[in-house]
């Protein structure tokens, strides 16, 4: 019922600006040139000449492997690392006679760090793998001749298919729009996967084949499309339409980009253009990028540190072993004849020292191996999977309304969660919910509304704040008011007994508020839909404030339930409160525009009077007042100041009376501006308009709430005095995200903001004049110009202590991004407290991102839902999707995706912190037990006379890392706190120590390295000066070198394991499980490899059983070995948290002391923050708290 009354609407008839119809000029003369060569033959892509162009499937694929290149890419991935590499160099040598062990004892470790980590790559990338499958096998009709339409998988489409997409569902590919079930061809879209705007855009197919309504009407269409390459960009398009012999031109308003929906429309029909990468949104992305952590960045840095110590290590031991192998046979003359250097194998022969020498070297660089913990990395690698399960496993980042858990879709990135420095965010469906909310209005300079906003509702949460118990009482009124009311209405949160059910009648400016309450019904170009079996109405309108607009209407009373092409009808109330059933001809809209910043519309009632009904920005509508209009212009200026300090939108309601006469000229000038086809169209109309939108009377204005997303400024807050910086970045206008970022917090009253503009008049008139370069230059000088004001503006600012806000728009952000300009950009944007990015592209998105990543060096964090973030959060060093109700895009692109902005907070300062810290702990404890095993190694050389002898058994090397101290360092990685979740949530101040990475510093490592030295000194010289000379059986033998390796190791395994005992600050049972049960877990090793055959234990050979144990000295020793080498670290710790705390461990004596609830305590740790909150409600409130003691003071 619906869509046959909609296809008899003629709507360009009414609209001010058409819907878009093309005409060959400017760029069209390209066609066929260079960038412009695509040739489609609609309905008919496998003709001959189609075949010749070879263009590319409809298949997508965002998996970073294929079957064929998992193998090459996945090993280079892992041969990239340093360490990774220089085993798989030990390897090779394993099997040579310079090895000091045996073959398979090293290569083992190799091949199960390389698989695991390679198994985890396969499985992540399976699953992106999947949601391609998923993506590429949707299906759409698709024309199979005859006029036959069948459903088709996306991925078979090809270039020139006949595709017919209904209502609600996504487009495939990007398509030329040919016809729809509108008699004049149009559509509504809805582009947000692509821009992040909700409203809907109207699209109209070319005149020459709109009547295609049926699916038979294809059955014999044949047309060529010339048009422009593949491109990136989302807001142009060039090409024609050949149909026998004519040419007709095609512009943007006949293009429907994929991952974009038809909405309020039954169905389209549309060729194909453009296919799987060459469609403009993947061409806006780009492949998934290798990202790799700055820890492990670092880490790697930290191996090829520890790679040139070994390198040291070994020429050292070369060169002392040459010497000394030289000087064992001088004059024939045998100086250590027990060597019989006269008879040995090159390796030893003195009289080629310095072969021998080269030889040992290589030894020597086997030998050290130990020095790189190869399980470094798989240890790691099986922290973060089981890290990421607790993240995707935490029910506080659980959205039950959806279903959806938090899931970490790739685990490399965990510890940089705790590090990140700038946030930059989508706004739609990222800060907000896409819904606008009718919640206050001031009517006739009376404030009606008792609805509380976010942000009020944000500031009264802060604890002192003036406004909390005003809140209270005014939320207890409310619920009061709620408690019979009917269930919550959508687009609908006003409270006010005063003016609903019924009750306006009642008030003093009763007529007033009838002539607001028919323009909200009447002003608008949505249409209503009829639910046939419940009866009730619905509205599909260009924009979600607009949707709010007409629902407020009918909720107070106006229903407004039918549009015709010239009509509108309302059930609405006279003055003396009967409903009553009333029709308007619609004559004129004069639509929206962001230069306008106004809407009106022309009808007449039915008592025949012509009225002019407007609504817009009060920037604009207070001007065009008449004198006798301005009654309540005082007060509702005020009130629309107060419903901008709460974060709410605003606009202003006027009308005027026409007389006859006046409007005949004005509809005789605006249909010849309307007909006109050259550059000045639009402008010549905004001109018509601007005559007749004058001496309007103020009835009131409207506050409607962007309804953000639960919990967003409270996150916001936290994050801002975490000292994260947050940039928005969307495709909206102007207007929309300044009013966002006074919702959230971002933006307050009475902060100064540098807004850089491209729309300034001299740019205009250059654009219009046609000049398209000295258009580009211009523009390009007035955005440095506004670049060099803000800075001189900032630089003042500092002085002050003021916060400065950054608002750009889309056409300045292109120029501000240029080689000559971005550092002086980034300079700005950086020095301020919040940055604005308006209209912005994909690729804008990315290359903003790229920038501040690049230039600063920081860590950033790019948080999107639709598929026009792709390319942010893939540029970005972590990519976080939102889960929203729209599209898989941005979450199939991200690196974790969550169900709500606000689950950031816990993201980041909870799981963040921690993962940090866990990360950056575990690798300063790996090195530590490597340096202090590889030295130990190192100095017995020195005492063998770097014979390449190994003091301990070749499975006692292979094994150290792997099963004897590597268990409890995983425990360490994923279970250590140093801090409770609601202490991180509480002091967000701690996250700082991750952006400033002070637990992961060089000095940290460095101390760490230290210690292992200390710890292997402490233990070789204790262990040898013990046991050279004294007796060690009963028969007076003293040990040899089997008793001192497995002395030696058990000193080792008891230090390192005990070291990890102290770092630990939450002991769980698995920590004790791992740490004393290594230590058994070795004893059981040493009994059980030592009673093996002594062809397989070797030095091992019951070496415990029958030397160690029955030994007093052996337990002795390793009770004072492992005291001493634990004493220095134990003193350290002690005076660096007495005098030098950290701030974690400020936080744990708070928490010790029992002092966490204590106000005037916690706020003097607070003091310590290493940056001035700038944004967010805290800052907000203490802005005003400052502002209202000045006050104070001046009338003091």
């Known amino acids: 019922?619906?869509?046959?009354?909609?296809?008899?609407?003629?709507?360009?008839?009414?609209?001010?600006?058409?819907?878009?119809?093309?005409?060959?000029?400017?760029?069209?003369?390209?066609?066929?040139?260079?960038?412009?060569?695509?040739?489609?033959?609609?309905?008919?892509?496998?003709?001959?000449?189609?075949?010749?162009?070879?263009?590319?499937?409809?298949?997508?694929?965002?998996?970073?492997?294929?079957?064929?290149?998992?193998?090459?890419?996945?090993?280079?991935?892992?041969?990239?690392?340093?360490?990774?590499?220089?085993?798989?160099?030990?390897?090779?040598?394993?099997?040579?006679?310079?090895?000091?062990?045996?073959?398979?004892?090293?290569?083992?470790?190799?091949?199960?760090?390389?698989?695991?980590?390679?198994?985890?790559?396969?499985?992540?990338?399976?699953?992106?793998?999947?949601?391609?499958?998923?993506?590429?096998?949707?299906?759409?009709?698709?024309?199979?001749?005859?006029?036959?339409?069948?459903?088709?998988?996306?991925?078979?489409?090809?270039?020139?298919?006949?595709?017919?997409?209904?209502?609600?569902?996504?487009?495939?590919?990007?398509?030329?729009?040919?016809?729809?079930?509108?008699?004049?061809?149009?559509?509504?879209?809805?582009?947000?996967?692509?821009?992040?705007?909700?409203?809907?855009?109207?699209?109209?197919?070319?005149?020459?084949?709109?009547?295609?309504?049926?699916?038979?009407?294809?059955?014999?269409?044949?047309?060529?499309?010339?048009?422009?390459?593949?491109?990136?960009?989302?807001?142009?398009?060039?090409?024609?339409?050949?149909?026998?012999?004519?040419?007709?031109?095609?512009?943007?308003?006949?293009?429907?980009?994929?991952?974009?929906?038809?909405?309020?429309?039954?169905?389209?029909?549309?060729?194909?253009?453009?296919?799987?990468?060459?469609?403009?949104?993947?061409?806006?992305?780009?492949?998934?990028?290798?990202?790799?952590?700055?820890?492990?960045?670092?880490?790697?840095?930290?191996?090829?540190?520890?790679?040139?110590?070994?390198?040291?290590?070994?020429?050292?031991?070369?060169?002392?072993?040459?010497?000394?192998?030289?000087?064992?046979?001088?004059?024939?003359?045998?100086?250590?004849?027990?060597?019989?250097?006269?008879?040995?194998?090159?390796?030893?022969?003195?009289?080629?020292?310095?072969?021998?020498?080269?030889?040992?070297?290589?030894?020597?660089?086997?030998?050290?191996?130990?020095?790189?913990?190869?399980?470094?990395?798989?240890?790691?690698?099986?922290?973060?999977?089981?890290?990421?399960?607790?993240?995707?496993?935490?029910?506080?980042?659980?959205?039950?309304?959806?279903?959806?858990?938090?899931?970490?879709?790739?685990?490399?990135?965990?510890?940089?969660?705790?590090?990140?420095?700038?946030?930059?965010?989508?706004?739609?469906?990222?800060?907000?919910?896409?819904?606008?909310?009718?919640?206050?209005?001031?009517?006739?300079?009376?404030?009606?509304?008792?609805?509380?906003?976010?942000?009020?509702?944000?500031?009264?949460?802060?604890?002192?704040?003036?406004?909390?118990?005003?809140?209270?009482?005014?939320?207890?009124?409310?619920?009061?008011?709620?408690?019979?009311?009917?269930?919550?209405?959508?687009?609908?949160?006003?409270?006010?007994?005063?003016?609903?059910?019924?009750?306006?009648?009642?008030?003093?400016?009763?007529?007033?508020?009838?002539?607001?309450?028919?323009?909200?019904?009447?002003?608008?170009?949505?249409?209503?839909?009829?639910?046939?079996?419940?009866?009730?109405?619905?509205?599909?309108?260009?924009?979600?404030?607009?949707?709010?607009?007409?629902?407020?209407?009918?909720?107070?009373?106006?229903?407004?339930?039918?549009?015709?092409?010239?009509?509108?009808?309302?059930?609405?109330?006279?003055?003396?409160?009967?409903?009553?059933?009333?029709?308007?001809?619609?004559l004129n809209i004069l639509e929206f525009s962001s230069s306008r910043k106004r809407m009106s519309v022309i009808v007449r009632n039915e008592e025949g009077k012509l009225l002019l009904l407007c609504k817009g920005a009060d920037s604009v509508m207070f001007e065009r007042l008449a004198k006798n209009g301005q009654e309540f212009a005082e007060q509702t200026k005020e009130h629309i100041e107060e419903y901008a300090d709460a974060g709410l939108r605003t606009l202003v309601l006027a009308y005027r009376e026409i007389d006859e006469e006046e409007y005949v000229k004005f509809n005789e000038e605006f249909t010849e501006a309307k007909n006109v086809v050259s550059a000045d169209r639009e402008e010549m109309i905004e001109e018509v308009a601007e005559k007749i939108e004058r001496d309007l009377i103020l009835l009131g204005a409207t506050a409607v709430e962007d309804k953000l997303q639960n919990g967003v400024p409270e996150c916001i807050d936290k994050l801002a005095q975490a000292g994260i910086k947050i940039w928005v970045l969307t495709g909206d206008k102007m207007e929309t995200a300044i009013n966002i970022g006074f919702a959230c917090s971002l933006l307050r009253q009475g902060m100064k903001q540098v807004v850089i503009n491209s729309e300034t008049p001299e740019n205009k008139a250059l654009e219009k004049s046609g000049d398209k370069t000295a258009a580009a230059a211009a523009c390009k000088a007035s955005v440095i110009q506004q670049i060099a004001e803000g800075k001189q503006l900032l630089a003042s600012s500092n002085e002050n202590s003021e916060a400065l806000a950054l608002i750009v728009d889309g056409k300045s952000l292109t120029h501000a991004l240029e080689d000559d300009v971005k550092d002086s950009f980034l300079e700005l944007a950086i020095g301020c407290a919040s940055v604005i990015c308006c209209r912005s592209s994909p690729k804008q998105k990315a290359l903003v991102t790229r920038l501040v990543k690049t230039k600063t060096g920081s860590t950033t964090l790019a948080i999107g839902d639709g598929a026009n973030d792709v390319g942010m959060l893939q540029e970005a060093d972590i990519g976080v999707g939102i889960s929203g109700v729209e599209g898989m895009q941005a979450v199939m692109s991200s690196d974790i995706a969550i169900a709500q902005f606000r689950y950031l907070e816990r993201l980041l300062l909870v799981h963040g912190h921690w993962c940090y810290r866990r990360i950056s702990s575990m690798i300063c404890y790996f090195f530590y037990k490597n340096i202090a095993f590889g030295f130990t190694i190192f100095f017995f050389e020195i005492y063998a006379s770097f014979s390449g002898q190994a003091v301990y058994n070749d499975w006692f090397l292979s094994l150290y890392n792997v099963f004897f101290t590597s268990l409890p360092v995983i425990a360490l990685g994923v279970f250590d706190q140093d801090v409770s979740s609601r202490l991180c949530l509480k002091f967000p101040l701690l996250y700082q120590e991750g952006i400033q990475n002070v637990l992961f510093s060089w000095l940290r490592i460095l101390a760490w390295a230290f210690n292992g030295v200390l710890s292997a000194t402490i233990i070789f010289f204790f262990c040898i000066r013990a046991m050279q000379h004294q007796a060690f059986r009963k028969g007076g033998e003293v040990a040899g070198l089997e008793v001192l390796g497995a002395t030696m190791y058990t000193c080792v395994v008891w230090v390192v394991n005990c070291q990890m005992a102290l770092s630990i600050t939450y002991f769980t049972y698995i920590q004790h499980l791992f740490i004393w049960g290594g230590i058994i877990l070795w004893y059981i090793f040493l009994m059980a490899y030592g009673a093996m055959d002594p062809n397989i234990s070797t030095t091992a050979y019951k070496v415990f059983i029958e030397a160690c144990a029955p030994a007093g000295s052996f337990w002795l020793l390793t009770l004072l070995v492992l005291v001493t080498s634990l004493l220095p670290y134990f003193a350290y710790s002690a005076i660096q948290i007495r005098f030098f705390p950290m701030y974690h461990q400020m936080i744990q004596w708070i928490r010790s002391d029992g002092q966490s609830d204590d106000p005037e305590y916690c706020h003097i740790v607070r003091q310590r923050s290493l940056r001035h909150t700038t944004v967010g409600y805290t800052a907000r409130f203490e802005a005003k708290s400052r502002s209202s003691e000045e006050r104070g003071e001046g009338h003091r």
């Open 1 to 586: 019922m619906v869509g046959a009354r909609r296809r008899k609407q003629h709507f360009s008839r009414i609209h001010a600006f058409s819907c878009g119809k093309a005409s060959f000029r400017g760029d069209h003369s390209l066609i066929g040139g260079p960038g412009f060569s695509r040739v489609v033959y609609c309905n008919d892509p496998e003709c001959f000449e189609a075949s010749l162009h070879n263009y590319n499937d409809n298949y997508v694929r965002s998996t970073k492997y294929t079957l064929a290149t998992f193998f090459p890419k996945s090993l280079f991935e892992q041969f990239r690392r340093a360490a990774n590499f220089y085993f798989l160099i030990c390897a090779v040598l394993a099997f040579t006679p310079l090895s000091p062990y045996s073959a398979v004892s090293n290569i083992l470790p190799l091949v199960v760090v390389i698989g695991a980590t390679m198994g985890k790559e396969a499985v992540e990338d399976w699953r992106r793998k999947k949601q391609d499958i998923e993506v590429n096998n949707r299906e759409v009709k698709m024309h199979q001749g005859d006029g036959v339409f069948e459903h088709t998988k996306w991925m078979d489409l090809k270039v020139g298919d006949i595709v017919k997409v209904e209502k609600d569902e996504f487009f495939p590919a990007d398509l030329i729009l040919l016809s729809s079930s509108y008699e004049e061809a149009i559509c509504y879209v809805e582009t947000m996967n692509l821009d992040g705007e909700t409203n809907l855009k109207l699209k109209q197919a070319s005149d020459v084949t709109s009547s295609l309504h049926e699916d038979s009407s294809f059955q014999n269409f044949k047309a060529v499309i010339r048009c422009e390459d593949p491109n990136a960009n989302l807001y142009s398009f060039v090409g024609s339409l050949e149909l026998g012999d004519e040419q007709h031109p095609l512009s943007p308003q006949q293009l429907l980009l994929r991952d974009s929906k038809l909405r309020n429309t039954d169905y389209i029909f549309g060729v194909v253009i453009f296919t799987g990468r060459d469609t403009k949104v993947i061409q806006n992305s780009t492949e998934p990028p290798s990202k790799r952590s700055k820890v492990e960045k670092r880490m790697d840095k930290i191996v090829y540190f520890l790679f040139a110590v070994l390198v040291v290590l070994s020429i050292i031991g070369s060169i002392f072993f040459g010497i000394e192998t030289r000087e064992d046979l001088e004059n024939g003359v045998m100086t250590r004849w027990y060597l019989r250097p006269d008879e040995t194998t090159i390796y030893y022969d003195p009289k080629r020292a310095a072969v021998a020498a080269i030889l040992q070297f290589l030894t020597a660089l086997m030998l050290y191996s130990y020095l790189i913990p190869i399980s470094l990395y798989v240890s790691i690698e099986i922290v973060k999977v089981l890290q990421s399960i607790f993240i995707n496993q935490d029910l506080h980042m659980y959205y039950e309304e959806a279903d959806k858990p938090a899931r970490a879709r790739t685990s490399n990135l965990n510890e940089e969660l705790g590090q990140v420095d700038t946030i930059l965010s989508d706004k739609t469906g990222t800060l907000t919910c896409n819904s606008m909310e009718f919640i206050k209005c001031s009517i006739a300079g009376t404030s009606y509304g008792h609805g509380i906003t976010e942000v009020e509702r944000a500031l009264a949460w802060r604890k002192g704040s003036p406004l909390a118990q005003e809140v209270a009482v005014v939320e207890g009124q409310v619920k009061e008011e709620n408690k019979e009311e009917k269930p919550a209405v959508k687009g609908f949160n006003f409270v006010d007994e005063r003016i609903m059910n019924g009750n306006w009648p009642n008030e003093p400016h009763d007529d007033v508020i009838q002539k607001f309450l028919r323009l909200l019904a009447i002003c608008h170009t949505a249409i209503p839909e009829v639910d046939e079996e419940t009866g009730r109405i619905s509205y599909e309108a260009e924009s979600p404030d607009e949707a709010a607009f007409v629902v407020a209407a009918k909720e107070l009373g106006f229903e407004f339930y039918e549009r015709t092409q010239t009509s509108i009808s309302l059930y609405e109330f006279n003055l003396s409160g009967k409903k009553v059933k009333r029709s308007y001809d619609l």
